[in-house]
């Protein structure tokens, strides 16, 4: 009987992995390992992450690593007294500017009252690569007139301790300015960089539209593909079913296939089931033109929505996938569900949109909390092996909380406490969305919270620095910077670290240096630490008291890992590193610290 039961118990666990469609419900699935006497252990791993119930330290939310920091047995993603990341000072130098944006626009516009919504956006990219950042932005009036405003792409020259601005590219908007961010990539098949705005309706007098709105004022997408002599100029065509995609949410370029040139896709108000149309460029009619429509399901019985999308490399096998976000209105609630579908290597690769696989789902009050259209409110960041889902969520008076759901998790985790600390929980942001760049050149990518002049002085902290796996917010040195915004971050001076344009004054500033602060126990490590001789020639000794070192590791200055030393910390020879500056991390069980030294 006990052998019976045994055995069937095996059997309906190997039915259900065989039936099993979802990798959300398979990975906590239990298994059974049955040995010859029968004797039987059930291993149940809820979060997926390799490690077992029974001896997972954080067994509901995925930490392959078990990182226990304070070690009190609980994994760090589970523990609530997990200590806040630090905080990182940048310091900041103000450089004298010989003109101003306005200076260069003007002559652009009708009444010198030049104006942009830089809040939701801009591009930075080496646009005429000279081996400098551009700036790409839309600018126009706070009177909006037809036919009056522009895409200007700014460089940037210092000489003599003075900053110039030059307007080399200007694109005129010969029909209605609009509010959102230029999109600079490669849409058609050249080797020029284009433009995309999306855009939006038309106010002007019916039948004055230009041709390349082609008969519609119900946004109608600029398409701008450089030329030789300056930008031929499109719309995307919205008279199919009668400007069936007239009415949309969301506008942005994006990759289902191999070629260099980007597709649009366009989410479209779809009441029942939610409609993603994309437009892929043809290279006979030289326009970017319809060529697939994907429904978030087949049947509408809820009020669905695509929210947005975003290319990844999902599954690490070298094929480009497509992630997608949508939402499922039940009432007030808003349910949310992420779908992946997959690259597939045919003829060339492309996105396969029947290989359509759930893996996150979760929930939020949507009478309090949604996802604001045509600005960057949701982002993908790949952290530690894992995929996070990053969502601005926004209340009707402008305030926002930025949420971030782990999609490693079958139990898609909201891990924000862990990433940001307790602190973060509570800072009222600004409903203006989010992006990410490498404000410290350290090739991981740090949070940019975009703001406005009506910024809350409670949530100063705009940027957040990426390490070791978690994100620290940075405090400038010049009082009242970093909440009225918007700033602007560019590499003025070509030296590998993002400087800031603050346009509500007016003034540019140079970063000078990062400077963290030390928690606790990196206090004791740094007290108890002394390094001699600095330069050294051929061995440096490391004196410590009162705390025990693990571990030593060198690096180049540029970054590289020279040496790791893991025992005999008290003498260490560098006779045979070459002559330069190095750089020394030194652990102890609880901390780290890093240190400088010159090699002669």
């Given at each position: 009987m006990i052998k019976d039961s045994l055995i069937q118990k095996f059997l309906t666990i190997l039915i259900l992995h065989t039936m099993c469609l979802s990798s959300i419900f398979c990975q906590s699935l239990p298994v059974i390992i049955v040995n010859q006497n029968f004797n039987y252990t059930s291993l149940i791993d809820t979060d997926g992450d390799g490690v077992n119930d029974d001896v997972d330290n954080?067994?509901?939310?995925?930490?392959?690593?078990?990182?226990?920091i304070n070690e009190n047995g609980i994994?760090?993603?589970?523990?609530?007294?997990?200590?806040?990341?630090?905080?990182?000072?940048?310091?900041?130098?103000?450089?004298?500017?010989?003109?101003?944006?306005?200076?260069?626009?003007?002559?652009?516009?009708?009444?010198?009252?030049?104006?942009t919504m830089f809040n939701q956006g801009y591009d930075i990219i080496d646009f005429d690569n000279d081996g400098k950042l551009d700036y790409v932005t839309m600018?126009?009036?706070?009177?909006?007139?037809?036919?009056?405003?522009?895409?200007?792409?700014?460089?940037?020259?210092?000489?003599?301790?003075?900053?110039t601005i030059d307007l080399n590219h200007v694109i005129e908007i010969n029909g209605e300015p609009n509010a959102n961010a230029p999109e600079v990539k490669f849409l058609n098949n050249d080797d020029n960089l284009d433009v995309f705005i999306p855009t939006g309706n038309y106010h002007g007098e019916n039948g004055t539209q230009p041709d390349f709105y082609n008969g519609t004022s119900n946004r109608p997408d600029f398409?701008?593909?450089?030329?030789?002599?300056?930008?031929?100029?499109?719309?995307?065509?919205?008279t199919n079913g009668g400007e069936k995609y007239g009415n949309t949410s969301l506008q942005k370029s994006i990759q289902i296939d191999e070629d260099k040139n980007h597709e649009i896709a366009i989410l479209s108000y779809d009441a029942s089931r939610g409609e993603m149309a994309i437009y892929d460029y043809n290279d006979q009619s030289n326009r970017h033109e319809l060529?697939?429509?994907?429904?978030?399901?087949?049947?509408?019985?809820?009020?669905?929505?695509?929210?947005?999308?975003?290319?990844?490399?999902?599954?690490?096998?070298?094929?480009?996938?497509?992630?997608?976000?949508?939402?499922?209105?039940?009432?007030?609630?808003?349910?949310?569900?992420v779908n992946v579908y997959y690259g597939k290597q045919n003829d060339q690769v492309q996105i396969d949109f029947d290989s359509k696989e759930l893996i996150g789902e979760f929930s939020e009050d949507g009478s309090i909390w949604a996802i604001a259209e045509n600005e960057e409110f949701t982002s993908i960041l790949k952290l530690d092996g894992r995929y996070i889902l990053f969502?601005?969520?926004?209340?009707?008076?402008?305030?926002?909380?930025?949420?971030?759901y782990d999609l490693s998790s079958p139990n898609t985790n909201d891990i924000t406490n862990y990433l940001f600390g307790k602190e973060f929980l509570t800072t009222k942001l600004h409903g203006n969305g989010h992006y990410w760049i490498d404000v410290d050149n350290d090739e991981d990518l740090d949070l940019i919270i975009e703001t406005s002049d009506q910024y809350a002085v409670d949530g100063k902290n705009i940027i957040y620095i990426q390490e070791s796996g978690r994100f620290h917010p940075v405090k400038f040195n010049i009082e009242d910077f970093g909440f009225r915004g918007p700033y602007i971050f560019i590499d003025l001076n070509q030296d590998d670290k993002y400087d800031v344009i603050d346009h509500s004054s007016g003034k540019f500033y140079i970063t000078d240096s990062f400077d963290t602060q030390l928690s606790v126990d990196?206090?004791?490590?740094?007290?108890?630490?002394?390094?001699?001789?600095?330069?050294?020639t051929n061995i440096l000794t490391i004196e410590f008291k009162n705390v025990a070192i693990s571990k030593v590791e060198i690096y180049s200055i540029l970054g590289e890992k020279i040496k790791e030393i893991n025992s005999n910390f008290g003498s260490i020879t560098t006779d045979k590193l070459p002559k330069g500056i190095y750089i020394i991390r030194i652990y102890s069980e609880k901390s780290s610290i890093i240190r400088k030294t010159i090699k002669m």
């Open positions: 954080c067994p509901t939310v995925y930490n392959p690593s078990q990182e226990d994994g760090d993603y589970c523990d609530d007294n997990f200590p806040d990341p630090r905080v990182v000072n940048i310091n900041l130098t103000e450089i004298p500017s010989e003109n101003s944006f306005s200076d260069l626009v003007n002559p652009y516009l009708i009444n010198n009252d030049y104006y600018f126009h009036e706070s009177e909006r007139y037809i036919n009056k405003a522009g895409i200007g792409v700014f460089s940037f020259n210092i000489d003599n301790n003075k900053l398409l701008f593909y450089k030329t030789d002599n300056g930008f031929s100029i499109d719309s995307l065509d919205y060529v697939n429509e994907v429904f978030t399901s087949a049947s509408g019985n809820l009020t669905k929505k695509f929210n947005d999308l975003h290319n990844l490399f999902y599954n690490d096998d070298d094929l480009e996938d497509l992630l997608t976000l949508h939402v499922e209105k039940n009432g007030s609630v808003s349910n949310y569900k969502i601005q969520y926004v209340k009707s008076d402008g305030t926002a909380k930025l949420i971030s990196d206090e004791i490590l740094d007290n108890s630490l002394k390094l001699y001789p600095n330069p050294v």
